[in-house]
């Protein structure tokens, strides 16, 4: 008798897993083999962590706007490499000749996902829902630019003064001031329209599964912590994409991810530390940095932040800019690049990065590393080897791993005879001690909304601007900073900004440190997939190879 | 008792013979009592021959001397780590990216994503283990020994409000407490022994309190009580030496049950931080590198394993040889 | 019946207290790490009468014993506030991971029954046997294995290596992504979690087996000519499964606390996963809100396991006093 329970219960053993197996192929296989096409369809299974949020009135962080930009086009859109602006919901665009006036006219007969027609007046729908103070919106400062956004923000107007629906396919911009890059403000995924009625008939359903105008639409509500699942939008205006749709898996842990994607089931993740030379070795990488393929998956490209060293520029130790120049030119970022990062940022030779327009490689003279350049302008300042050059405080927030950096940083100057002292603090309390001017060297990453230069300089260099944390203050340059923006011809403009950058890397107004890469592989069925400097990966154009 | 003892009482009954007991009290996530046998029902004999016939089993018990080989080896090992273990292998320090290398003569073990040797690291993880096992421990054997005696000894109110204490105590999921308390606390070491320590007291209050509740009522205590004794030396004298037994055997398993539950925190990364090695956080490191450095998840899974092992063996042998067990 | 009911609901009260008041000691200002409001207000600057009017909105200048007043009767309301980092209410975060927790632990619970349970019985009949020595010895094993290095090694093995070696043919989800999760994707963290209950299941059962099978009405049974199956299935089964169904109660109601472990193993969206990711961001409105319906949770599912353990077993003197 107990010979057959033993048998009883070894056959159940079997039965269950022999189930549980087929049941692991067909729902990870299942998607594929209804399509018969080896480079048409297919889904694109792409890690993510949980979205803030995927409606676009509060889209901000890099995961929400990951699937915004596949539900939802804005006026304009950016091409995946170059960041060059390319025509999207509007076919065409102008302004008047001191850029405080923009015209944009939409492309015709281009539908919501809902079938609703996109319009002039979804756009200024939009605006105003983003600026409406009760929304909450965290990204309402994309539209601070536009006139009456004041209004909006503080309550006294409900509709933004400076959008005007001419017609149905024409939309007027009025601005406070000329701003010539504001084509690439409005290619901001959260400036994207919405469908007035669907928002208004279920706000809160709207922010669970928006109605967009993309390439994709939502197959299904959000569902939180587990997946976000988006399909091809087949009526969409553009070139509809040649994939069947997108499974965002959200995934809580990076690790997991991994897992996952060696185990073959997700097809874009990030590759985990003290692996990428491994990933290089083993999956091959891309020639651009951004473009993927199978046997070149691996993007290492670098991307549109900047990490970089604040000098109090007045504080009277660090005043003069060959001090600064010395500091600058102490730092081996190399070094610090391989120990810290194991490779994964760029030594940064000026404060714009590249994949940003008008990127220029050694903008700053002085964002190298050389020793005997370095004590030879700290003696041009009156400290030979740093005789009677104080010891200087060298801050940072702590618990994010910026105390290894700058404990690097701290010995390379001591090489040239400065001497540092390391001081952490928490984030909130570190800006605050930023702000108030209490330091003399600190660190701080910036990073671009919109791929333009005027991002990097900008808030950074003007005087009193709040993000000004170094300082500076140089009339010549606040006054090039407002021409530049309302220079209507793009050369003219990148130009002008070129010397903006020439003259406050001359002064060593920051010591740029280094430029964050990506580390992110795809799956061997990945054909030209694109992970653009702005960290979004484009899913108009991949292909996937589901000939299996 | 309340209707939970009786039904601890039930599941404990069915336990019996050699090894079917693990009393060892972190699963999971929690604890299910302790699952621990005959609470109430320690043979009241004379304590000298208790002691001494429990010896002679215990040396009968093979697994039980195994278990306790092997943890003689590896506190030996924890002990020792500092004088051979940077003779023989490369210190472990940080020596660049990119090193991972496969088991060889020169590192058993392999070497970490940083170019660590393996096998040094799981030699230095035993000292934070076996460090929360005792100390963690200690802790709560102190704090349950003292309410378990007040409770059992003088009951009524005292009683009521210790073991209703308890119950609170168990009402929370064990590996969430803990946490929460760690989240209080903040991460480390140090706070690892506080938090399982103070999440350890019911338990052994409980068994504790029982003991004494079977051993209060004999004649002997009673005689000693008629001659004028004192509490604390009825206490000391006539009811510690009976009631002590199940706390033995219950200690012992609950260190097992601690080198657990650091090694679960330090995988969560609120235990032992980086780059101190603990196998817990050993293991964290290693999830990523699973595939192509299976070595770093084996060992040190493996020593938690193994070490465990022998706390629950050894717990197991002296419950026999205790003759902490039902009557049925 | 009802009285007993009513006893055990009455007994709940004051250890939910409890329960709430050590949570409540635990959430006071400067005890957790970080300054509360600031992590309200997130990275916005925070202003004197920003924090004066978040203070008090929150309650937060009253007296301690006023603010456990407004934490309790706010929590009676099902209240349990709004999520630091997420823009949510804690009740529908906890809301969208419990079905998630519930399905793994079912699923855990059939593991240690089937398992448990045939592994117990096989051992109990074929005492001594090879059967009895390998229940024996992996039940030792199993109660020693952390769960989450039994969970990587699963991983491992079913999912990764499994897949290479059939070419892709037979594998196992490895983690708890999926649209939705299924049951395929339940297999590993329901294996992993139920592991050590299992080992416990089997121990009881194997012992409950041996005492059935020496009681006198077997052995006459046995005497009578009964086959042995029989005597398995009719008498000694019907007696042993008691103390093993009680132990899969108490169990049901842990599992339902979800599983840390486990779950952060397999990044499965449960409720523990949840409290214990709230924890590293310092979400402190979702750890107290979610440990507090935990343990609420826990609680309950142990009240119904007593009351249906009463009304199926009638030995069970559900009225009586104390013993």
Known sequence: MSERIRKGFAILLVAALAVAMMAGCTTTEG????????????????????????????????????????????LVAFDPITSEVIPAAAESWESNDDATVWTFTLVEGAKFHDGSEVTAESFKYAWERICNPENESEVAYHLGVVMGYDEMQDGTATELEGVKVIDDYTLEVTLNYGFADFEYVVGHPALAPVPQEAVEADPDGFSEMPIGNGPFKMAEPWAHDQYVKVVRFDDYYGTTSNIDGVDFK?????????????????DFVPIPSGQIQTAVATYGESSDGYTVNPGKQVSLGAEQAIYYLLINNEDPALADPDVRAALSLAIDRQDICDKVFEGTRTPATGIVPPGIVGHKPDAFEYAKYDVEA???????????????????????????????????????????????????????????????????????????????????????FLTGSTDNYSFYTNPEVDEMLDEARTTVDDDDRVALYQDIEKIVGDASAVIPMFYYRHTRVASDRVIDGIYSPNGLFTFDTVELDIAE | MTREDKKLHDVQSGMEGPRDAGGHPTKDERVVGPILPGAGEVAARPARTLW???FTRLRKNKLAIIGLVWVTIVIALALSA????????????FTGFGSLEAPSAQHPFGTDRIGRDVFSRVVYGSRPSLSVGVLAVSISLALGLILGAL????????????????????????????????????????????????????????????????????????????????????????????????????????????????????????????????????????????????????WPGFAILTTVLAFVLMGDGMRDALDVKMKD | MFKYVMRRILQMIPVFLGVTLILFVLRIPGLLPGDPIQLIVGEKTLTP????????????????????????????????????QKSRSVTSILADKFPNTIRLAVAAILVEIVVGLLAGIISAVKQYSFWDVLVTLSTSILVSVPVFWLGMLLQMLFGIKLKQWTGGALFLPI???GTPPDIAHLILPAVTLASVSTAYVARIMRSQMLEALGQDYIRTAMAKGLTERAVVFKHALKNAMIPVVTFIGIDLGALMGGAILTESVFSWPGVGREIYLAVLQRDWPVVMGGVVIVVLIVMVVNLLVDISYALLDPRIRYGGAAE
Not at chain 1, 443 to 458: E, K, S, V
Not at chain 2, 216 to 232: H, I, P
Not at chain 3, 66 to 83: F, I, R, T
């Open chain 1, 31 to 74: 998607d594929g083999e209804t399509e018969s096409d080896a480079t048409k369809g297919g889904t694109f299974n792409f890690y993510i962590s949980e979205p803030a949020f995927i409606d676009p009135v509060n889209l901000q962080e890099s995961e929400g706007t990951q699937v915004g930009q596949a539900v939802f086009d804005s």
């Open chain 1, 250 to 266: 959200i995934l809580a842990d990076q690790d997991a991810a991994w897992l996952e994607f060696e185990a073959g089931n997700l």
């Open chain 1, 374 to 460: 370095a004590k030879a302008k700290l003696a041009d300042a009156g400290f030979p080897n740093g005789e009677g050059f104080p010891t200087i405080s060298l801050e940072y927030n702590s618990g994010s791993g910026h105390e290894d950096i700058l404990a690097l940083v701290q010995e390379d100057l001591k090489a040239i005879g400065v001497n540092g002292e390391l001081v952490g603090s928490e984030w909130a309390q570190y800006l605050d001690k930023l702000g108030a001017k209490d330091y003399q060297v600190g660190r701080l990453g910036w990073i671009a909304d919109y791929p333009i230069m005027d991002n990097f300089l900008y808030p950074l």
């Open chain 2, 52 to 54: 001494g016939d429990a």
């Open chain 2, 82 to 93: 500092d004088l051979w273990v940077p003779r023989f292998f490369a210190e472990p320090t």
């Open chain 2, 151 to 298: 409770s059992g000894y003088y009951g009524g109110v005292l009683d009521a409000f210790i073991m209703r204490t308890a119950d609170v105590f168990f009402a929370f999921p064990y590996m969430l407490f803990t946490i929460a308390l760690l989240a209080v606390l903040g991460p480390g070491l140090q706070n690892v022994f506080i938090a399982i320590g103070i999440l350890g007291w019911p338990s052994i209050a409980r068994v504790f309190r029982s003991s004494i509740l079977s051993v209060k009522e004999n004649e002997y205590v009673d005689a000693a009580r008629a001659m004028g004794a004192s509490d604390l030396r009825i206490m000391f004298r006539h009811i510690m030496p009976n009631a002590i037994a199940p706390i033995i055997v219950y200690g012992t398993m609950s260190i097992g049950g601690a080198i657990i539950t650091e090694a679960a925190l330090s995988y969560l990364g609120m235990g032992v931080q980086a780059p101190t090695p603990s196998w817990g956080s050993m293991l964290s490191e290693a999830k990523a590198l699973m595939i192509p450095a299976p070595w770093l998840t084996i």
């Open chain 3, 49 to 84: 009468a920003l924090r004066a009017q978040i203070e008090e909105k929150n309650h937060l200048n009253e007296p301690a014993y006023v603010q456990y007043g407004y934490y309790v009767s706010n929590l009676l309301q099902g209240d349990l506030g709004e999520s630091y």
């Open chain 3, 175 to 177: 983690t708890g992504m």
